[in-house]
Nanobody, 120 residues
Framework: QVSLVQSGGGLVQAGDSLRLSCSAS????VAWFRQAPEKEREFVAA????????DYTNSVKGRFTISRDNAKNTVYLQMDSLKFEDSAVYYC?????????????????WGQGTQVTVYS
């Protein structure tokens, strides 16, 4: 019901880095999705309640890192070596559920979305 608050994003050159933040309160699993123009929402990464388990879509493995600081109720998405194809609106999503899934409908709470634009 209550929206998550996101920050970060912007316009960067290919190869640069950005870090997105999401205020996720005490919710268990937190994930990041992205949606480019004319494309469907795509799973990017997810993290467990403790932060010990993570999941990534293949296209971002080795470049993106999801992490969380539960003392600050914040989840981060560190994006390195950004590519043009990473350009999209990025959404933070969360659920009280205890397992990680790649299906958007599984997540009950969503952030407002943050634009990430990468130029070459």
């Amino acid at each position: 019901q209550v929206s998550l608050v996101q920050s970060g994003g912007g316009l960067v050159q290919a190869g640069d880095s950005l870090r997105l933040s999401c205020s996720a309160s005490s919710l268990n699993v937190v994930a990041w999705f992205r949606q480019a123009p004319e494309k469907e929402r795509e799973f990017v990464a997810a993290i467990s309640r403790s932060g010990d388990s993570t999941d990534y879509t293949n296209s971002v493995k080795g470049r993106f890192t999801i992490s969380r600081d539960n003392a600050k109720n914040t989840v981060y998405l560190q994006m390195d070596s950004l590519k043009f194809e990473d350009s999209a609106v990025y959404y933070c999503a969360a659920t009280p559920g205890g397992v990680m899934k790649t299906i958007p409908g599984y997540y009950l709470y969503w952030g407002q979305g943050t634009q990430v634009t990468v130029y070459s």
